[in-house]
Structure formats: structure tokens, C-alpha cells
């Protein structure tokens, strides 16, 4: 099936930008196969809902040159969970293509003003660690007077992160902080840093900051290279010492690292840098699974009936970075029984700045996704994302934990200290 033929307009003719959505919209043959999996076409059934949908708008927009607030929604209600990619046989960068013409469109048509705020506002706090650490100290302390889409957010407890081992070891790794989940969930790269001591691998810490995605995608996308850059100059130092990898515990960060060098080719000063931290990020499945070998630490069978786990595994880790299969398979060989999920593709409607400003859509994609979960009977819920975690945890009657704190737990009681 071809696609309907277009021109760009005047504006966008014979200009690099131009050419670049051009050959990134010609590559869609609008064959709907990305429908079936899009989140936000199989909840609202509109076809302007869907990748294909979204496409065609894009076209019409880059061929009239006109820009409305129908088609800034429309891409607004776009998660960038990037499922439509993994199902494209043209391999459409779908999700390239939303941020380019995002950002363009925010050039060209103001928002009102409140919205505007928001959204500001959102840039300024979330990828500021302390300043977060603070806004969600004084959200908790003031909750009752919160709405109660961000109330369910800060009302959720917070685990104590128990100890962080530091012995001499003749490997290391550093393990990405970021911006929310030191607030939200120490307890996750603390999990982290005891297991990989299991494997004779110390884990340090950086200064790093967000890992820049929240701005591009919230079409902000300099504000977004100037985080990437500030990243890099805080994690150079122990690069050239010689760390191993850089350890990602929450998959959407991990997603955005994998991008850096792509993302700043054409940055003279950081190009090389860039695809250096692309190079060294690696999610914590795939250390965990590389080196947790055939006859190391074995987990005897436990008494009873294991643990029922659903496992949902972020888009972010599943599309954003094609690890599929890895987790599932550290959580049975730990013990774990896992529950055979529907639709295991689909969104839960967190995505990043997403449940904030588009929380109707968010919460019908969560109560979906909870469906498909909570329908296997299970006592947990297990995942790999802390935006992921925190905006299932908010609504679910059972447990949403980070899997490698499952592990850690699991070892703990194997293998006591």
C-alpha cells in the first residue's frame, strides 16, 4: 500500500528540517498495522488517535503549512511509548518524528496561558532533584488541599532504602540517579547496589541530574541537549576512571542514554562523549543477567507456593530498548511464579509528564492496564520503571515493586550475611 502523495509547503521546501520530516513521513506506507497496538487508538477508537491518524495530520500540516490546536492535541495525547515502532515494517521512527514536529509546533502556536504554567512549571521542578525532593515534602505535609490526581501521587509511602555496601572491589559501576526516584523510591538502586555486590561489582553514585527526556518530549528540545551535556560533564570523571557501565534502574532513563549519541552527533564538543554514555548504559537486567552464572548463588526451592508475580514491563524497556524476556527469566529462576498477562504491550499511561497533563487519558489507559494484571490473580505486580510503578501503585489494591528489590529480598533470605 503506497501512501497519499504530498508537497511541503513553501515554508518547509528546500530547507534541512524540511527534508528531514519529508523523508521521515515518506517512509510510512500508512498500512495500519501500528493501529492495533497504539494505547490511545484502542481506548478512544479514533483513527486521528493513532500513529497513522497522526501521521496524516503531520502531513497535511507540513503540506499546508497551517498549524491548529487539533493537531497539537492529537500529538499531545501521544505516549511515545513507541509500540507503533516495534510493529512498523517500515520502520517508521515514529517517535523522532512526533518530537521534531512537537517542538516545531510549539514555536508556532501559543498555548493558553494557564496551560503554559503548567507545563513550565513541570520543566522547572521534576528534573531538579532537590528541588522535587522539596515540592514533594511540602505536597505531602499539605495533601488535603491537593487535587486528587496529585494527591494519589505524594500520599504513597516511601521505603527505607536499608544498606548501601561499599567494600573494596576490583570491578565498579555507576548506578543513574536522576531526578525523581531518590525522592519517590531510594529503596530501588539501594536493592541495586547489594546485588551486584553478590557479583563482586561496587556501585557508586554521580552527580547527574534528568536524564533530559522529560524536556524533549514536553517539546522543549534545547532545554533537553543542555541537560544531556551537563550529564555528561558530571559523569566524565568517573568514566575515565574506568567504570564498567553505567547501571540504569529505571527503564525510561535508560531509553534516553541509549539516544545521547544520536541525539548529539552533530555537537563537535560532545559528539564522542555522548556516544561514550550511549556505549556504557546498560539496564540492570542485562547486568544482572550476565552475571548471575549457571551455579552462583542458587535459590533453593521455596516452601509452599511461590509467589504469584505480574510482571509489566515498561514501554520504555520493552520499546524504547527491546529488552524483552530478560527480567521474566532472573524472576523464575529466583523463585517467582509469573503470570501469563494480555496485552502485555499495552501502556499503563504514566509516561512521564503524561499523567499529569492528560490525567482522564492516563487514568482509563491505567485502569486498562490493571485489568490485564489483576486479572491473572496475582499478589504483586512487578516492573522496571519508577513512573511506571508510582502511577500503577496509586490505584492498585496489590503491591507495585521495583523486580530487583524482589531479588535483593530473595538473596537476603538465601544467603544472610
Same mark, same amino acid.
Given at each position: 500500500?503506497?501512501?497519499? &502523495?504530498? &508537497?511541503?509547503?513553501?515554508?518547509?521546501?528546500?530547507? %534541512?528540517?524540511?527534508?528531514?520530516?519529508? &523523508?521521515?513521513?515518506?517512509?510510512?506506507? +500508512?498500512?495500519?498495522?501500528?493501529?492495533?497496538? /497504539?494505547?490511545?487508538?484502542?481506548?478512544?477508537?479514533?483513527?486521528?488517535?493513532? %500513529?497513522?491518524?497522526?501521521?496524516?495530520?503531520?502531513?497535511? =500540516? #507540513?503540506?499546508?503549512?497551517?498549524? +491548529?490546536?487539533?493537531?497539537?492535541?492529537?500529538?499531545?495525547?501521544?505516549?511515545?511509548?513507541?509500540?507503533? &515502532?516495534?510493529?512498523? $515494517?517500515?520502520?517508521?521512527?515514529?517517535?523522532?518524528?512526533? +518530537?521534531?514536529?512537537?517542538? #516545531?509546533?510549539?514555536?508556532?502556536? $501559543?498555548?493558553?496561558?494557564?496551560?503554559?504554567?503548567?507545563?513550565?512549571?513541570?520543566?522547572?521542578?521534576?528534573?531538579?532533584?532537590?528541588?522535587?525532593?522539596?515540592?514533594?515534602?511540602?505536597?505531602? =505535609?499539605?495533601?488535603?488541599?491537593?487535587? %486528587?490526581?496529585?494527591? @494519589?501521587?505524594?500520599?504513597?509511602?516511601? @521505603?527505607?532504602?536499608?544498606?548501601? $555496601?561499599?567494600? %573494596?572491589?576490583?570491578?565498579? =559501576?555507576?548506578?543513574?540517579?536522576?531526578?525523581?526516584?531518590?525522592?519517590?523510591?531510594?529503596?530501588?538502586?539501594?536493592?541495586?547496589?547489594?546485588?551486584?555486590? !553478590?557479583?563482586g561489582i561496587r556501585l557508586i553514585t554521580g552527580d547527574e541530574g534528568c536524564c533530559g527526556a522529560l524536556s524533549l518530549h514536553m517539546a522543549a528540545p534545547e532545554e533537553s541537549?543542555?541537560?544531556?551535556? !551537563?550529564?555528561?560533564?558530571?559523569?566524565?570523571?568517573?568514566?575515565?576512571?574506568?567504570?564498567? @557501565?553505567?547501571? =540504569?534502574?529505571?527503564?525510561?532513563?535508560?531509553?534516553?542514554?541509549?539516544?545521547?549519541?544520536?541525539?548529539?552527533?552533530?555537537?563537535?564538543?560532545?559528539?564522542?562523549?555522548?556516544?561514550?554514555?550511549?556505549?556504557?548504559?546498560?539496564?540492570?537486567?542485562?547486568?544482572?543477567?550476565?552475571?548471575?552464572?549457571?551455579?552462583?548463588l542458587t535459590i533453593p526451592q521455596r516452601a509452599g507456593t511461590p509467589p504469584r508475580i505480574a510482571w509489566q514491563s515498561p514501554c520504555s524497556l520493552q520499546h524504547g530498548q527491546n529488552i524483552n524476556g530478560v527480567v521474566e527469566k532472573i524472576l523464575k529462576r529466583a523463585g517467582f511464579?509469573?503470570?501469563?498477562?494480555? #496485552?502485555?504491550?499495552?501502556? /499503563?499511561?504514566?509516561?512521564?509528564?503524561?499523567?499529569?497533563?492528560?490525567?482522564?487519558?492516563?487514568?482509563?489507559?491505567?485502569?486498562?492496564?490493571?485489568?490485564?494484571?489483576?486479572?491473572?490473580?496475582?499478589?504483586?505486580?512487578?516492573?522496571?520503571?519508577?513512573? /511506571?510503578?508510582?502511577?500503577?501503585?496509586?490505584?492498585?489494591?496489590?503491591?507495585? !515493586?521495583?523486580?530487583?528489590?524482589?531479588?535483593?529480598?530473595?538473596?537476603?533470605?538465601?544467603?544472610?550475611?
Amino acid at each position: 500500500m503506497a501512501h497519499v &502523495e504530498f &508537497e511541503l509547503a513553501p515554508q518547509f521546501a528546500n530547507t %534541512p528540517f524540511g527534508e528531514e520530516v519529508e &523523508e521521515l513521513l515518506d517512509k510510512c506506507i +500508512d498500512c495500519g498495522q501500528c493501529m492495533v497496538k /497504539c494505547p490511545t487508538f484502542r481506548l478512544l477508537n479514533e483513527d486521528e488517535e493513532s %500513529p497513522r491518524g497522526r501521521i496524516q495530520l503531520m502531513r497535511k =500540516m #507540513y503540506a499546508t503549512g497551517a498549524v +491548529d490546536h487539533e493537531v497539537q492535541q492529537r500529538l499531545d495525547h501521544c505516549l511515545t511509548c513507541r509500540s507503533c &515502532e516495534a510493529m512498523c $515494517p517500515e520502520h517508521v521512527p515514529f517517535g523522532h518524528l512526533l +518530537d521534531i514536529t512537537k517542538s #516545531y509546533i510549539e514555536s508556532q502556536l $501559543p498555548r493558553p496561558f494557564h496551560t503554559r504554567m503548567l507545563r513550565f512549571g513541570m520543566r522547572m521542578l521534576i528534573p531538579h532533584r532537590r528541588r522535587f525532593a522539596l515540592a514533594l515534602g511540602l505536597g505531602r =505535609m499539605f495533601r488535603k488541599h491537593l487535587p %486528587p490526581v496529585l494527591r @494519589a501521587k505524594v500520599e504513597q509511602p516511601v @521505603a527505607a532504602p536499608g544498606p548501601w $555496601p561499599d567494600k %573494596p572491589r576490583k570491578r565498579s =559501576m555507576l548506578v543513574w540517579k536522576g531526578c525523581v526516584q531518590p525522592s519517590l523510591a531510594p529503596s530501588i538502586n539501594a536493592a541495586t547496589a547489594r546485588v551486584l555486590d !553478590r557479583f563482586g561489582i561496587r556501585l557508586i553514585t554521580g552527580d547527574e541530574g534528568c536524564c533530559g527526556a522529560l524536556s524533549l518530549h514536553m517539546a522543549a528540545p534545547e532545554e533537553s541537549l543542555a541537560h544531556m551535556r !551537563r550529564n555528561i560533564d558530571a559523569l566524565w570523571p568517573q568514566v575515565e576512571a574506568g567504570i564498567e @557501565a553505567i547501571v =540504569m534502574t529505571s527503564s525510561g532513563c535508560g531509553a534516553h542514554l541509549r539516544d545521547y549519541g544520536k541525539l548529539l552527533a552533530d555537537d563537535p564538543r560532545y559528539a564522542a562523549k555522548a556516544q561514550r554514555i550511549t556505549d556504557l548504559t546498560r539496564d540492570v537486567a542485562e547486568v544482572v543477567a550476565a552475571e548471575w552464572r549457571e551455579g552462583l548463588l542458587t535459590i533453593p526451592q521455596r516452601a509452599g507456593t511461590p509467589p504469584r508475580i505480574a510482571w509489566q514491563s515498561p514501554c520504555s524497556l520493552q520499546h524504547g530498548q527491546n529488552i524483552n524476556g530478560v527480567v521474566e527469566k532472573i524472576l523464575k529462576r529466583a523463585g517467582f511464579k509469573l503470570a501469563l498477562v494480555d #496485552y502485555p504491550f499495552l501502556c /499503563c499511561g504514566s509516561a512521564g509528564s503524561f499523567s499529569v497533563l492528560e490525567p482522564e487519558l492516563a487514568a482509563g489507559l491505567r485502569e486498562a492496564k490493571l485489568k490485564t494484571l489483576l486479572g491473572t490473580r496475582a499478589t504483586m505486580i512487578a516492573t522496571a520503571n519508577i513512573g /511506571c510503578q508510582h502511577h500503577l501503585a496509586a490505584t492498585s489494591p496489590v503491591p507495585v !515493586r521495583h523486580w530487583i528489590e524482589l531479588l535483593d529480598e530473595t538473596f537476603a533470605e538465601a544467603y544472610p550475611h
